[in-house]
């Protein structure tokens, strides 16, 4: 059996190495001119390391990042608002979660693939059937394709039509500094102010990686000066982690996803990643769920002998599950970015409260403790 996937990201190449263990060749057709290695950090929570454990990756990744089993998250003024222990979802997961900058990833996934699987400069422009056709009209026969190709999506715009993505109403800066001692061992830190959310993690060997979100129409360009100047005042080590960061080493994108769709394939054509499924950041979970993803697609082709079978109940088992982290991470997001101070004081007030642990916990808990099917 061969796959054609289209997008050469995260999900993509997870896709390959997980079809690879199951016997099924893979060739992953990727528009730019290499791997894209930019970008900053993400989080890869218990869930996505016990997924790359399936992939017989986790070690790497786990060495690669940086392990955190502590968030604090506190008011620009330095007032916790919560602390939370995750040590023990980890340990119940029995893998931690961890911190990872892009490119670490995709070269631990990109190694663990055949020379030749992956063709750069190879864009798709539509497929008929289950062949991949590219913009030079050559023809990629497959028997089965998968879009993996991100939230502009050429699979998906040919299976359910043209649509522009949602806008959050936020924009995001990240950025990779040198790390200085800026957080205690194993720990994470989010600061929530009015229409803004600073967050800064552990990510790999001496470094460390940092978000800055503000609250603007779409398309308002910022700068390291920006930043600086949204966080002057607020504590350290905030200021210092920004001024740390090489204006080189910053990236900003508007704040994006897609409404969930009720099924995303048809013959033997699905979707994966966020070409199913581009979701916000709040939950951190966008590249945890391709690598899911990658795993559930590999489980069903090797138990289910039908291809098309094998697709739509991949769909069945992943389409509740990534719904409601699009769901639950765009209201995150709505909630933290609110912007009038009333608001601001309710939201801080409930989240100090026994009640706001509990639904914290539990949301913790049925998002980290989920277990991909054995490879």
């Known amino acids: 059996m061969r796959a054609a996937i289209i997008g050469g990201g995260i999900g993509g190449l997870a896709a390959a190495v997980a079809l690879r263990r199951v016997g099924i060749e893979a060739v992953v057709a990727e528009r730019a001119a290499g791997i894209r290695e930019v970008g900053a950090g993400l989080s890869l929570w218990s869930n996505a390391v016990n997924a790359l454990r399936e992939l017989g990756l986790a070690d790497q990744a786990i060495a690669a990042g940086s392990v955190f089993e502590r968030s604090t998250s506190q008011t620009p003024r330095g007032r916790v608002i919560t602390t939370t222990d995750l040590g023990e979802i980890s340990r119940m997961a029995g893998v931690p979660s961890v911190c990872i900058h892009r490119a670490d990833l995709l070269r631990i996934l990109s190694d663990a693939l055949r020379e030749g699987t992956v063709r750069t400069s190879a864009r798709c422009s539509g497929f008929e059937g289950s ?19 991100g939230i502009g999506s050429v699979v998906r715009e040919r299976l359910h039509g043209a649509s522009e993505p949602r806008y959050a109403g936020y924009t995001c800066l990240r950025g990779i500094a040198e790390d200085r001692s800026f957080l205690p061992n194993h720990s994470t830190l989010l600061t929530v102010g009015a229409g803004t959310q600073f967050g800064l993690f552990p990510c790999g060997p001496g470094r460390v990686y940092w978000f800055l979100t503000r609250n603007a129409p779409s398309g308002t360009g910022h700068s390291k000066g920006d930043a600086l100047r949204i966080c002057r005042a607020w504590p350290s080590p905030i200021p210092e982690v920004i001024e740390a960061t090489p204006e080189g080493a910053i990236i900003q994108n508007d704040i994006i996803d897609r409404r969930p769709l009720g099924h995303w394939g048809r013959g033997r054509v699905t979707l ?29 082709l090797r138990t289910i002998q039908h291809v098309e079978a094998a697709l739509r109940e991949y769909e069945r088992l992943r389409i509740p599950r990534t719904t409601m982290v699009v769901t639950k991470s765009w209201q995150s997001g709505r909630m933290f970015q609110l912007d009038q101070p009333a608001l601001e004081a309710v939201r801080n007030w409930f989240f100090r409260t ?18 991909v099917p054995a490879l």
């Open 272 to 300: 994966l990643g966020d070409a199913a499924h581009a979701t916000t950041p709040n939950l951190g979970q966008g590249a945890c769920m391709a690598l899911e993803d990658a795993v559930v697609l590999a489980h069903c």
């Open 131 to 149: 062949a991949a056709i590219l913009d030079n009209g050559e023809r990629i026969e497959a028997d089965l394709l998968i879009g993996a190709d």
């Open 354 to 371: 026994s009640l706001a642990g509990l639904l914290g916990m539990r949301m913790f808990r049925d998002l980290l403790l989920y277990r």
